[in-house]
């Protein structure tokens, strides 16, 4: 099992910044990978954002050139920089591990609202 500390969600207005922040900790010594997901009501679960142990980044079209990922292995902390937001970003912003198994867990989210 992986706990999870998420932190950083609010509410912003269209065209401001956010940064998450989420510290794993538990059954983490084989993480291959960490990243952020988002949940919007009534809509699939997709990825924004990935970075690999090696610093290896890939990002959803949405969230390339305004989010930046980061991590601090040391610290196993994944962090989301998120700029120039926009209304259609509100949702729940879950943080994952992904294991080398191919196993991967969830923290419970924290939201983000984009709006005037």
């Known amino acids: 099992q992986v706990q999870f500390v998420e932190s950083g969600g609010g509410l912003v207005q269209p065209g401001g910044s956010l940064r998450l922040s989420c510290a794993a900790s538990?059954?983490?010594?084989?993480?291959?990978?960490m990243g952020w997901y988002r949940q919007a009501p009534g809509k699939q679960r997709e990825l924004v954002a990935r970075?690999?142990?090696?610093?290896?980044?890939n990002y959803a079209d949405s969230a390339k050139g305004r989010f930046t990922i980061s991590r601090d292995n040391a610290k196993n902390t994944v962090y989301l920089q998120m700029n120039s937001l926009k209304p259609e970003d509100t949702a729940v912003y879950l943080c994952?591990?992904?294991?080398?198994?191919?196993?991967?867990?969830w923290g419970q989210g924290t939201q983000v609202t984009v709006s005037s």
């Open positions: 994952s591990v992904l294991h080398r198994t191919g196993t991967e867990y």
């Open positions: 538990g059954s983490i010594s084989s993480i291959y990978a």
């Open positions: 970075i690999t142990s090696g610093g290896q980044t």
